[in-house]
């Protein structure tokens, strides 16, 4: 086997195969299948299996070592999803006479020793959500924005949360959403742990809460997107190091999307939401961030083409339809022809077609 090791390909291109099917797998709302493989550490036994066929084929397994957390989510599930990543992926790549033979769960060997965080006595940012907790707090859908804010602005943040949606984000408001029956306090740390993105609300007083600062820290030791927005303050401590976001109550659900569609999840929620357009004034709310898309797969542009002509509100309204280029740009079609070569135009009952 040694003398064939270094002429295997799939090997080497595991990981790009692993980037592209998190792409697919958030164009898809696969949102546990992406979750698992944007956060294994990977490992490949190259020749799992071998056959003589063909001048020979060659089968590789593939370790996706997760953490506890998503590994005891998944534990009940996990033969049909190793089964289902494996087919994705060799439906991805197109190496001959390769293929992966078998993908295989395993639990970060740390994370198994770490016993003692779960006895709930020592402070850790890694805390396992229960699928009822995420689905009570979050929804089934949506990118899921925390929103950290003083409470003295409690009636913007509430109207903030339902700008936020018209885009596809799923907003947590303290105040809005804990249900006086739970544990409060216990409640936002399940929003903590399960949130996409991180937006700080930073009016003049956002320091002088007792809760803010430790929000705050807790976004920045789990990594997630993280908005600064200046509606009073500037940025200081933990969140000092990012850029304040300039914006004012009436534009803050634009701008703060226009930051996260660089994500493929947000893109992907977006999409949801245009789906589900129901009024041309929504269409016309939903295109204002269409010029801070930067880029777009085929597939993608496919699949909003198919969005938008299938909608008739986002067909009727200026902002997708380009009827009022003036006051709400130029349309879609514009921003197609921006975002790659090939060309479109407006069609029969203002659909797109392909030139």
């Not at 990981?15 to 709302?29: I, M």
């Not at 707090?137 to 899921?144: A, E, K, L, M, N």
Request: proline share 2%; with cysteine.
């Amino acid at each position: 086997m040694s003398e064939h090791a270094n002429n295997f390909e799939l090997p080497k291109k595991v990981d790009r195969c692993l980037a592209a099917l998190s792409k697919l797998y958030a164009q898809d709302g696969k949102r546990q299948l992406q979750e698992i493989i944007v956060n294994a550490q990977t490992r490949v036994q190259e020749r799992w299996s071998y056959d003589n066929w063909n001048g020979g084929t060659s089968g590789h397994a593939l370790y996706l070592v997760i953490p506890e957390s998503l590994y005891l989510n998944s534990v009940e599930q996990k033969e049909a999803i190793q089964e289902q990543i494996k087919d994705d992926l060799n439906k991805l790549h197109n190496v001959q006479n390769e293929f992966i033979e078998v993908v295989l769960l395993e639990m970060d060997a740390e994370a198994a020793h770490d016993w003692r965080k779960e006895s709930g006595l020592l402070f850790d940012s890694t805390r396992i959500v229960a699928p009822d907790a995420t689905k009570r707090i979050w929804g089934d859908s949506g990118f899921r924005i925390f929103l950290s804010h003083r409470s003295e602005v409690k009636v913007e943040t509430a109207e903030l949360k339902e700008r936020l949606g018209i885009f596809g984000v799923t907003s947590f408001v303290a105040h809005e959403d804990i249900h006086a029956t739970q544990a409060w306090q216990d409640e936002i740390e399940n929003a903590l742990a399960s949130m996409d993105g991180f937006v700080a609300l930073m009016t003049a007083d956002f320091h002088e809460s007792e809760w803010t600062d430790q929000e705050v820290g807790y976004a920045v030791a789990r990594g997630v997107p993280i908005i600064a927005a200046k509606l009073g303050r500037d940025p200081y401590g933990f969140i000092g190091k990012f850029q304040a976001m300039r914006t004012n109550w009436q534009t803050c659900a634009e701008d703060v999307v226009k930051i996260l569609l660089k994500s493929d999840r947000m893109l992907s929620s977006y999409f949801d939401a245009l789906r589900t357009c129901s009024s041309f004034d929504r269409g016309n709310v939903q295109s204002k961030v269409l010029d801070s898309i930067a880029s777009l797969t085929e597939q993608q542009v496919d699949e909003l083409v198919k969005i938008y002509n299938q909608n008739s509100e986002l067909r009727g309204s200026f902002g997708f339809g380009g009827t009022k280029p003036n006051i709400w740009g130029q349309g879609l079609v514009h921003h197609l022809h921006r975002l790659g070569p090939r060309k479109f135009r407006y069609g029969n009952a203002r659909t797109i077609v392909s030139v």
